[in-house]
């Protein structure tokens, strides 16, 4: 199994431009994670889906930030428009969740964004 | 709500010594308990769970115990290497939680020299 997958793996850009990250988590999971690595606030839960449906979004930031899930192979993660402040590691996961699930999330290798 | 506490590092340690990684947890339910570790540029990597009372969890020389009595799920290691340098991530899930979402610890950094 590929395992998670995650790019751009870099992305630098101007402030005020959209950005959009991609994720495809492993085949036969059902939920899927998005996370934010900052040295000043750790890791943070941005939002997670179900079944391709957003379970909790409470941790999106602001506006700005919006995610999609249009089938179970693909995510996406939007930034418009982005600041500097957005700049960080931001990490995709997913997991199978369920009646005999193990809980386990796997982490994707992670897109390094730096917002100038 | 649920939350997990775990000592602040970084931890600085020489090859071949023993290692300690406190963490506790709150938790309303009946939780599975998992350690993640982070090498440098690389993401979260499973390195052992637990999912109920007195389990231990064990992988590459690493063991947690599972403590209901005390809330913890400190993580030990008898030998460190240099290769062990990361950062480590304790977590907790509701058990049978039909989300799998994730509570994270801070993380703690260990740094291991020669």
């Known amino acids: 199994d590929a395992g998670v997958i995650q790019s751009p793996r870099h992305e630098v850009t101007e402030m005020g431009q959209e950005v959009t990250l991609r994720c495809k988590p492993i085949s036969g999971h059902n939920s899927l994670f998005w996370y934010r690595q900052t040295m000043m606030r750790g890791l943070e839960l941005l939002i997670y889906f179900n079944n391709n449906v957003p379970i909790d979004d409470s941790g999106m930031p602001e506006d700005r930030f919006s995610a999609k899930m249009p089938n179970a192979s693909f995510s996406t993660l939007k930034i418009q428009p982005s600041e500097p402040r957005d700049s960080a590691v931001y990490f995709c996961?997913?997991?199978?969740?369920?009646?005999?699930?193990?809980?386990?999330?796997?982490f994707g290798p992670g897109t390094r964004l730096t917002v100038l | 709500g649920d939350s997990v506490t775990q000592m602040e590092g970084p931890v600085t340690l020489s090859e071949e010594a023993f290692l300690t990684i406190n963490c506790t947890y709150t938790?309303?339910?009946?939780?599975?308990l998992f350690w993640y570790v982070q090498y440098p540029g690389e993401g979260l990597q499973l390195l052992l769970k637990?999912?109920?009372?007195?389990d231990k969890g064990s992988n590459k020389g690493f063991e947690a115990t599972y403590r209901k009595e005390t809330t913890s799920f400190h993580l030990e290691k008898g030998s460190v290497q240099v290769s062990d340098s990361a950062v480590y991530f304790c977590a907790l899930s509701d058990y049978g939680g039909a989300t799998n979402k994730l509570i994270f610890g801070t993380g703690t950094l260990l740094a291991v020299q020669p």
């Open positions: 938790a309303t339910g009946y939780p599975s």
């Open positions: 637990a999912t109920k009372a007195d």
């Open positions: 996961a997913s997991s199978f969740a369920g009646r005999g699930g193990r809980n386990e999330q796997f």
